[in-house]
């Protein structure tokens, strides 16, 4: 009892729960990590048989069907299957892949892995080596059934899967894989460490909840504690009011009487002692059990009420020491109970409570909570041990059994929940059917299985059956496999089949089932998930036509090699060793600058024409397909030829293998690609320009509106304002001078509002893009020029008179005008030319001058000010017009442009005539 010694209530039932989550959360931590060890080493064993079944099926073909002795097997086609099964193995980070053959009653190797994955070491088991342990093997040869096993001999520590099979002849023969324990132990710590995670999840709720609990069930009890400290230090004035559980109200009840009592006995001593006689009275008819103890090594009994009485033992018992104190307390809370008696001397405290365990007379042990004071004689030494007992026993099982059962029911449901969210989030449906294999009820289903149109309530009731959602072909299939499976005493399975979705659409559909069992073996439901996989087998399926047809092609090809040798394609074969030496090469090689004989006898070799990186990358990507067995593959490169240009090819590739499938060649069709990449590039480039113009054409428009508005407020609204204040003068005076004065003020700024009009009208739309008379259009634009510009503009039409419709002389006008505003504002002079001429259906325009000249990126881009060259020459080609410029720095500009007469319908599109340099 002195363990508790001076701490709360509270604190001593969160200590209690505590000692029940914290080997909770260890027990569930290890379960966690014994499932995820299972899961790990199962999905190994998976890997494991994949592993081998792949490497039987990489081998030559009817390899073991021609194994008679050690000469049926080349030393070159068996070193070429060990450096394949090296290859696999670092792939898949495997220890060994090798195959054995009962022949001639000796287990002997018929494939090997080298243990250091080099095969120049040697050191891998020879063809037809004897193993040295066969009895690993019986089990499997005697089943022929895969054997998963751990095994320890001279090829080391390892966990193995081995496949058996039987050759053509019946003879058997296995395909083995295995993975070092080493390297599966070293999986385990990341398992631990999630493990540890999940009890640490689940520990710090029943913390929390720890918590919560011991206040609700401490806070009334302390409340008591205190109320019975203050009477038991004589302060009997204040009321106790303490609410909780029915046998706190009795206590608290119990001691208000006695606080009443108490006081009422002040009075007189007569009272006092009839008051006792009443409260003993009471208090024996209550639960509440008092009792005095001397304080001595066998706490001999002083006082105890007579309602012990219902513990089952003799009160006179009790009182005579016939049935001493400690013997009905068990032994640990005898020891506890010393301790807080201990405790509370040590503190100088006289009062204590703490919780024990009472033995009634019938043996049932019941929880108690008990109030004690220490009375001391008049030197202050202990003398008496005094206090109350209260039965708390259902109270602390209810309480226990409680939070115990919302525990484990939080812990469930967040459980549910969380997975419940990750399914129905995912497109994997998980299902629940009872073992009734005509009907199969479902009795679970996610709500992700409306993906494919089915409602999870209408499965769940049986208005849509399981059968109806399943493809009628598929069900014989699925009943006949189950079947099997039950047969082999197997309880987990897969499978590939049909479902139809609602709007009756077929899915190939992937699961995963297990067979659920009761305790007596007897199958009662089906547990599984299933996965859409239609899109990955119409992948898989146009992938194979794909191949097929890539092969057609290039049989098609080789027949008609006469005909490739008249194209610009040409082909090659050449041999796969050092330096790739050329076998073949087709005439129109000649393409190059280089003849087929320069090649054949090597007097040209592919690195003379072909950049270093781009020959490194041919080369590795022929090694790596011969290596991985890919027959057929593309390439891009770079050919430099003897002039010096540099072409862009792309090569369409086979790898020819020999009988025993060993890689000897590399044919294929070489095609020139440059003007699809260089047309790629341009269009690229095209794009980058037109987003650069766009961009520029909103500045534009943002800056004209600006000075727009700046025109408006600066010019035009300042004058029209001191016109306002100018007529104002007028009107309010009568002098004849100043009349006159005013209205000449007034003349001057009406003269220079039409001015600023005048000329904001020109900038936005100038009268002359409505003029269908191109000649005098010209002439009216060059004058205005002149005015609001300075540019003076030499016109020449030839003396015609040019008519056009309004679309295309605005068109005219408008680049004219960009252009000799570009040239006034742009150009450093104050003179330009202008010439239009009408030849048949076209326009000619020239715009030239002596000024500043344009720099290359100009020429290119336009000047990045106003319409810009670059928007000039878009919008003719889209009329199916053209722009010419030439133009130095320094020296000037020559614009000259060729404009359809009639640009009506703009989507007629045909070759643009092209504007002659010079």
Known sequence: MNLFKGWRIQSVVVVVMLAIVLPLSILVSLIDFHHRKVDELMEIDTRLFNAATFAGAILPPNYHNDIEDAASIGPEVYQGIVA??????????????????????????????????????????????????????????RTMEPQYQDSIDKWGNIRAVLIPHYDARGRKFLMGASMKHSDIQALMPPILRDALGTAIVFLIPGILISILISRGISRPISQLAASAETIGNGEYFNRIDVAGPHEINVVANQLETMRKAILESVSSLHAKVADMSEFKETLNASPILTFKVRFDENLTTE??????????????????????????????????????????????????????????????????????????????????????????????????????????????????????????????????????PEAWPVEFISENVGQLGYDPSKLLSGETTWN???????????????????????????????????????RQME????????????????????????????????????????????????????????????????????DFPTEHISQNICITGYTAEDFLTNNVQWTDLIPPEDYSLLERKALQCAEA???????????????????????????????SGIPT???????????????????????????????????????????????LHDDIGQMLAALNMKLTALKETSERTRIDDLAQQVDVLLLRIMKTCKSLTWEISPTSLYETNIDAGIERLAADLKTFFGLEVE?????????????????????????????????????????????????????SDQGSGLCPEDLEHGSGKGFGLFSIRERLEHINGSMHVESDPGKGTKIMMVIPVDIGDEHKKSPPEKVPAG
């Open 84 to 141: 394949l099964n090296n290859s696999l193995c670092e792939q898949l980070g495997l220890e060994y892949l090798w195959s054995l053959m009962m022949l001639d009653g000796q287990l002997v190797f018929t494939s090997a892995t080298s243990p250091g994955k080099a095969i120049e070491s040697q050191d891998h088991a020879k063809f037809l080596e004897v193993h040295s342990n066969p009895e690993l093997y019986e089990e499997a040869f």
């Open 303 to 436: 006082f105890i009420s007579d309602n012990y009485a219902m513990l089952g033992y003799d009160v006179r018992d009790l009182w005579s020491g016939t049935v001493p104190w400690k013997s009905i307390m068990p032994e640990e809370d005898v020891e506890r109970a010393d301790q807080a008696t201990a405790k509370a001397l040590a503190s100088d405290s006289d009062h204590y409570h703490l919780e024990t365990r009472l033995i009634w007379a019938s043996g049932e042990v019941h929880w108690y909570m008990a109030w004690n004071e220490i009375v001391r004689d008049e030197r202050g030494n202990p003398e008496f041990i005094r206090g109350l007992l209260m039965d708390i026993t259902e109270l602390k099982t209810a309480q226990e059994r409680d939070e115990l059962h919302q525990q484990q029911l939080e812990t469930t449901l967040a459980e549910l929940r969380g997975f419940e969210h990750i399914v129905n989030s995912s497109p994997i449906i998980v299902y629940r059917l009872r073992f009734e």
């Open 468 to 506: 109806s959602i399943n493809h009628p072909e598929d069900i014989p299939k699925v009943n006949d496999l189950l079947r099997k499976v039950m047969a082999r005493g197997e309880t987990t399975f897969n499978l590939e089949s049909r479902i139809l979705t609602k709007e009756g659409a077929i």
């Open 511 to 578: 699961s995963w089932n297990q067979l659920i069992t009761d305790a007596s073996g007897n199958i009662t439901h089906i547990h599984g998930l299933f996965k859409d996989v239609t899109t990955l087998k119409d992948a898989q399926r146009k992938e194979a036509l794909h191949l097929e047809r890539l092969n057609e092609t290039l049989r098609e090809l080789q027949a008609f090699e006469k005909i490739v040798t008249s194209s610009p394609v040409f082909t090659f074969k050449r041999r796969i060793a050092e």
């Open 629 to 659: 067995g890919i027959d057929h593959y593309e390439v891009g490169f770079r050919m430099v030829w003897k002039n010096g240009e540099s072409h862009w090819y792309t090569s369409w590739n086979s790898v020819l293998r020999d009988e």
């Open 665 to 711: 060649h590399v044919q294929g069709l070489v095609s020139d690609i440059s003007d699809l990449k260089n047309a790629h590039e341009r269009d690229v480039e095209y794009q980058t320009r037109l987003k650069a113009l766009a961009q520029d054409l909103v500045q534009v428009e943002d800056n004209e509106r600006r000075q727009l508005a700046i025109v």
């Open 795 to 847: 016109c020449h039409t030839a003396g015609m008179r040019i008519e056009a419709d309004r679309a295309t002389s605005a068109l005219i006008f408008r680049c004219a005008k960009e252009l000799l505003v570009n040239i006034a504002k742009h150009a450093g002079t104050n003179k330009a030319q202008i010439g239009v001429s009408q030849y048949g259906n076209k326009f000619h325009m020239v715009v």
